[in-house]
T-cell receptor, first 114, second 114 residues
Framework: DTEVTQTPKHLVMGMTNKKSLKCEQH?????MYWYKQKAKKPPELMFV???????INESVPSRFSPECPNSSLLNLHLHALQPEDSALYLC?????????????FGDGTRLSIL | AQTVTQSQPEMSVQEAETVTLSCTYD???????LFWYKQPPSRQMILVIR??????QNATENRFSVNFQKAAKSFSLKISDSQLGDAAMYFC???????????FGQGTRLTINP
């Protein structure tokens, strides 16, 4: 069982749709991450939240909008996505920002853009 | 910029045998952490083992051990007594102390032959 829960597991959406990905952890972790992973490639960091504040944005297009409503929850709002945005989106968390403890990953949301 | 190189895109091993996955990295920093993660078809990234750069002793976790050569910037993973459940994509990752960014290698797909 994963300690980081991501919903939905699969999402198919059109380029004009608005949808959100959700990530939840109850380990008391104060750092949360979004990654994008294309097939047969390593994960690529998108965003980092430290104590519910955005600390790193890896030049991600504005059609991806992250949100951290509280210390347990991380959302990724999607709007006007492109076919090349189809990928596995992984959420992760770690104990404290910058403490170099391992990141714990969720199972991911597989996103397909029509 | 830090880079991580895994020179073996694919490896295979007979069940119960030992296999070693290679990883090299490039950094000018002295304080960092290294990780091996496995990603089975279930998609979740699972931590296998972690090594602090300041520790000379190689990390071990049950059947998994590393050969950490700091001067050579090498961090290989040895899996002993391979089991069918070890089949997965294995990613080597580098974490500069305090940076909150995992830099992944391209991955090695490990197949276990019964």
């Amino acid at each position: 069982d994963t300690e980081v829960t991501q919903t939905p597991k699969h999402l198919v959406m059109g380029m004009t749709n608005k949808k959100s990905l959700k990530c939840e952890q109850h380990m008391g972790h104060r750092a949360m991450y979004w990654y994008k992973q294309k097939a047969k490639k390593p994960p690529e960091l998108m965003f980092v939240y430290s104590y519910e504040k955005l600390s790193i944005n890896e030049s991600v297009p504005s059609r991806f909008s992250p949100e951290c409503p509280n210390s347990s929850l991380l959302n990724l709002h999607l709007h006007a996505l492109q076919p090349e945005d189809s990928a596995l989106y992984l959420c992760a968390s770690s104990h404290e920002p910058g403490d170099d403890q391992p990141q714990h990953f969720g199972d991911g949301t597989r996103l397909s853009i029509l | 910029a830090q880079t991580v190189t895994q020179s073996q895109p694919e490896m295979s091993v007979q069940e119960a045998e030992t296999v070693t996955l290679s990883c090299t990295y490039d950094t000018s920093e002295s304080d960092y952490y290294l990780f091996w993660y496995k990603q089975p078809p279930s998609r979740q990234m699972i931590l296998v083992i972690r090594q602090e750069a300041y520790k000379q002793q190689n990390a071990t976790e049950n059947r998994f051990s590393v050969n950490f050569q700091k001067a050579a910037k090498s961090f290989s993973l040895k899996i002993s007594d391979s089991q069918l459940g070890d089949a997965a994509m294995y990613f080597c990752a580098y974490d500069l102390q305090g940076a909150q960014k995992l830099v992944f290698g391209q991955g090695t797909r490990l197949t276990i032959n019964p």
